[in-house]
């Protein structure tokens, strides 16, 4: 079903690599219970039969089992796996996480069992940052050197999501939230940053913005979404990060043209069956349009012609779930 997907949805990549990761696991924790590790090696094991050179993504806020590592190993696969910790345990009197999650020296051992593996990277997903889950410069400093000692190949900071669906109130009474925010989708604490940040230069470890830059470096690529670019906001989300000189002049070896050519308008108006006078040419080569727009069509421009759309709404396809299938204006 996955090759059959990708074949319709992302042949028209042509001659360009396509090295989109496959996720797995997205709406549960594939080490969660025995069903879903074995749900995960049968399905490594399928994605290595199918010689798709793509990297397996899978997020948890478990702990992989050595011998499952062993064998997802032999396989010979690029599988990147996302620890979840937030170290909330550690700095707040109230838990915040519903349901399973590791305590911070599980965590930390997880990225030791899996340290020596070849196609394994452990890479630690910061969520949410908060003032409050980072008390101190002297705390981040132990933290980071402990995530980088324990294996892990970078960290991923995330801001606290707010929004429809999440009731701010339980946010208040955990202390992640200090008060009713009026901002939707994402809250970023800059001093709580500035700490993490400034301890990931003083250890030497990644801490990214960007779950895309983490897959790059994990599996020596260039970053797919363009972050580094100065037109994706590279200001945010690149230039602040303690990055590795190597993997920034692996990223800045690839070149966005200025300006969106009117070859790409033409094969993107064509796909959408629509005229090109229907397409809006805004700046950091983003193009605006009224129609309703597939989701794969939407991840296929951007890593074909590093175009980002801005449809009128989006058409959710079942092999790529999430808020982003909410057909609204502004999406």
């Known amino acids: 079903m996955l090759c059959e997907y990708l074949d319709e949805t992302r ?12 996720c797995l696991g997205n709406y549960t924790d ?4 025995p069903a879903n590790q074995e749900y995960l090696r049968a399905f490594a094991a399928e994605l290595a039969v199918a010689g798709l ?6 997020v948890t806020k478990g702990r992989m089992p050595r011998t499952l590592a062993r064998t997802l190993d032999d396989l010979n696969i690029a599988m990147v796996v996302f620890c979840s910790q937030s170290f909330h345990r550690t700095t707040l009197e109230l838990r915040t996480e519903k349901g399973p999650v ?12 899996c340290r020596d593996m070849k196609n394994i990277a452990m890479v630690h997903f910061w969520r949410p940052v908060v003032r409050k889950s980072v008390p101190s410069a002297d705390w981040a400093v132990r933290v980071v050197r402990r995530l980088k000692d324990s294996g892990y190949r970078c960290s991923v900071a995330i801001g606290l999501s707010t929004g429809a669906g999440i009731a701010q109130q339980e946010l208040v009474q955990t202390g ?19 700490d993490i940040n400034a301890a990931a230069a003083a250890v030497g470890y990644p801490v ?13 690529r260039a970053e797919a979404l363009d972050v580094w670019d ?27 043209e200025p300006e969106v050519a009117q070859e790409h308008l033409a094969w993107i108006a064509n796909e959408l069956r629509t005229d090109m006078s229907g397409l809006e040419v805004l700046p950091g080569r983003r193009v605006r349009t009224g ?21 009128g709404s989006i058409a959710a396809e079942r092999a790529w779930l999430g808020r982003f299938g909410r057909e609204s204006g502004d999406e």
């Open 11 to 22: 042949s028209h990549m042509g001659g360009d690599i396509d090295s989109t990761p496959v």
């Open 30 to 33: 594939m080490l969660l219970t």
């Open 53 to 58: 050179s793509r990297p397996l993504v899978v």
């Open 102 to 113: 590791l305590v911070p020296d599980m965590t930390f051992d997880a990225g030791t069992e």
């Open 176 to 194: 992640l939230l200090e008060g009713p925010a009026e901002a939707c989708d994402e809250l970023w604490d800059t001093e709580a940053w500035q």
């Open 208 to 220: 990214y913005r960007s779950t895309s830059c983490a897959i790059a470096l994990a599996t020596g």
């Open 230 to 256: 100065c037109r994706r906001g590279a200001a945010e989300q690149c230039l602040p990060c303690h990055c590795p000189k190597p993997q920034r002049d692996l990223c800045r070896s690839r070149i966005l």
């Open 291 to 311: 129609a309703k727009v597939r989701q794969s069509m939407i991840s296929l421009t951007l890593h074909k012609f590093q175009i980002e759309l801005l449809p």
